[in-house]
């Protein structure tokens, strides 16, 4: 039974940092693409960061560039995303994904864009930056 666990949301001043943990369970973790997507009611939900099970590096949507870090932990199944310097459009539901292999993201006018779906996603958890 594959499942995807998202916490570490909460409630933060501007400029302040939170770190999201997805811990996973369920499927082969070093197999897996793991990805963090945010939705904003009423808007779309849109790509973060990404990391594939072929690359060291995580992919970063331009907004969050130099702000947000993705990191693992293979022997904990478990990938985290730092946030720092939090601006009160970061304010969204936070949500951890997987699929096999590759992020399968298309970059485009700096944003990234999914061409082949997650499979597995976590519940979400909410991110609220206050100004």
């Known amino acids: 039974d594959v499942q995807l666990q998202a916490s570490g949301g909460g409630l933060v001043q501007a400029g302040g940092s939170l770190r999201l943990s997805c811990v996973t369970s369920?499927?082969?973790?070093?197999?897996?693409?793991i990805a963090w997507f945010r939705q904003v009611p009423g808007k779309e939900r849109e790509e973060i960061s990404c990391?594939?099970?072929?690359?060291?590096?995580?992919l970063y949507t331009d907004s969050v560039k130099g702000r947000f870090t993705f990191s693992s932990d293979n022997a904990k199944n478990t990938v985290h995303l730092l946030m720092n310097s939090l601006k009160p459009e970061d304010t969204a539901v936070y949500y951890c994904?997987?699929?096999?292999?590759?992020?399968?993201?298309?970059?485009?006018?700096?944003?990234?864009?999914?061409?082949?779906?997650?499979?597995?996603w976590g519940q979400g958890t909410q991110v609220t930056v206050s100004s």
């Open positions: 990391r594939s099970r072929f690359d060291g590096h995580a």
């Open positions: 369920g499927f082969t973790f070093d197999d897996y693409a």
């Open positions: 994904a997987a699929r096999p292999d590759r992020c399968g993201w298309v970059y485009y006018g700096g944003k990234f864009y999914s061409a082949d779906p997650f499979e597995f």
